[in-house]
Each structure stands twice: as structure tokens, then as C-alpha cells.
Nanobody, 121 residues
Framework: VQLQASGGGLVQAGGSLRLSCAASGSIFSINAMGWYRQVPGKQRELVAL???????NYADSVKGRFTISRDNAKNTVTLQMDSLKPDDGAVYYCTAQGVRIAGAPALFEYWGRGTQVTVSS
């Protein structure tokens, strides 16, 4: 299973960016997909996760500004980021959790390589 993220870049404070991530491989189902972010010297932190049923969980710092959505049929997840702040600048990592793959009874967790988001003040 591979996760391919796109959409990072440089934006001014107050602007918007959209991150997308597609999971590919022999996937039977994915429980949750979403995004974490990390800045140098700090732990990776949750940004937003969404379950296959559409239940979304957001970090307090992004509530009301970010919107996560998902296409279960395509195994894709999108993060719409509005009203960006300099503190939102980080490497954003896509994740797929509780992944059931063809022929395996266990559940797996996968991470993408990360995409840089930079917000200038």
C-alpha cells in the first residue's frame, strides 16, 4: 500500500491550500484516513482524521478553518485549509489507519512521505 500526497506549497497568511492523498494497493478497506503535521523539534501532531463513516476529528487549533473529506470508493482524503496562519506551517503527513488488505487478517497503518506547507506572515 502506498500513500501519495499532493498540494503543499507556499501561501500567505489568510490564504488557502488543499491537500490531497490517495491510497493505492490491494486495499480491502480503510478505517480512518487523515493528516498529521510536524515541525522540526516537535512531535508529530494530529490535524484531522475522518472515518469511513464520515466521522471527523480535528485538532482544536484548526477547527473552523480546516475541512477534511474522503472518497471511500477512491481511497482518497482531502484537507481544505482556509485562513492559514504561520503556525500552520509544517510538513503534513497523510495517514491511513486500520487498513485491511487482501489476503491478510491483520489491520495495518500506513504513512505518506509528507508534503511541506509554508505560511508566510
Amino acid at each position: 500500500v502506498q500513500l501519495q500526497a499532493s498540494g503543499g506549497g507556499l501561501v500567505q497568511a489568510g490564504g488557502s491550500l488543499r491537500l490531497s492523498c490517495a491510497a493505492s494497493g490491494s486495499i480491502f478497506s480503510i478505517n480512518a484516513m487523515g493528516w498529521y503535521r510536524q515541525v522540526p523539534g516537535k512531535q508529530r501532531e494530529l490535524v484531522a482524521l475522518i472515518t469511513s463513516g464520515g466521522l471527523a476529528n480535528y485538532a482544536d487549533s484548526v477547527k473552523g478553518r480546516f475541512t477534511i473529506s474522503r472518497d471511500n470508493a477512491k481511497n482518497t482524503v482531502t484537507l481544505q485549509m482556509d485562513s492559514l496562519k504561520p503556525d500552520d506551517g509544517a510538513v503534513y503527513y497523510c495517514t491511513a489507519q486500520g487498513v485491511r488488505i487482501a489476503g491478510a487478517p491483520a489491520l495495518f497503518e500506513y504513512w505518506g512521505r509528507g508534503t511541506q506547507v509554508t505560511v508566510s506572515s
